[in-house]
C-alpha cells in the first residue's frame, strides 16, 4: 500500500470516529465535568489547514500521554494542560510542549520580541510568569478554538496510546518525505522557529522523522 492509501484510511477512520462521539469538541468549550476517557490519544485540527483534496480538515497535532509506568495523568489532564487555565485566561507553556510551540509561532509572525522568557527552562519565577501572561492568554484563545478528536485507549507504549501516537506523526509528516497533504501559505507552523514543525507540516516534534509502521490502522481500526 501507498503513503496516499494509508492517509485516506487514516482519515476515514477518523472520520468514522468523529461519528461515534458525536463530532468534534474544542477547548475553550470543556470542563472535567464531562464525560472522558481515563486514558486516550488526540487528534487536533485547525482553521483554514485542508487535506489537499480540499474537502476536509488534515491533522495537525496528535498527542497521547501517561507513557510512563508511574503516570497517573488522565486524558482530561493532559488536554487540560494544552487548554490552560480559565480564570484567568492563561496557561503554562512549560507544562505542554503544544502549547510552547503556538506561542513560539505567534511571537515570530507578529515579529515581537516581547517575551524572551517564552521557552525557557523548566520552570519560572512570578515575576517571569507574569511578563508572560499576554501571550499566554493569546495561546489559549488559538488552541481553544481548534476542533479536536479523541480516541479511548487504555493500553500503553508499545501496545497502545504511544504506537498509535508514533505511527501517527509518522504517517502525517511530511519530514523526508514528498508532502501530500501539505499545510497552506497560511498556517502558523510555518512561522514556528523550531524546524520539525516547520518541515513535518504538524505541531509536533517527537516521531516527525520516523517511519511508520502501516499495521497500526488496524489498532486504531479495531479500537472501540
Known sequence: MSRLSDLNRFNDLL????ERIGGTRKLSECDGRMVWPKRGVYFFFEQGEMRSNGTEQRVVRV????LTGTSQTTLWNRLSQHRGTVTPKGGNHRGSIFRLLIGAALLAREGKDECMSWGLGNSADAETRTSERAIEERVSNY???????????DEGVETGRG????????????SRQ?????????????????????Q??????????ERYDPRFLDMLERCP
Open 163 to 174: 504506537y498509535i501516537e508514533r505511527n501517527s506523526i509518522a504517517l502525517l509528516s511530511d
Open 15 to 18: 472520520k468514522k470516529l468523529r
Open 178 to 198: 514528498p508532502a501530500i497533504d501539505p499545510p497552506s501559505p497560511r498556517w502558523l507552523g510555518r512561522y514556528c522557529p523550531r524546524a520539525r514543525v516547520q
Open 63 to 66: 498527542g497521547t500521554h501517561a
Open 143 to 153: 488552541i481553544g478554538s481548534m476542533p479536536f478528536l479523541w480516541l479511548a485507549v
Open 200 to 209: 513535518s507540516g504538524l505541531c509536533n516534534q517527537n516521531h516527525v522523522e
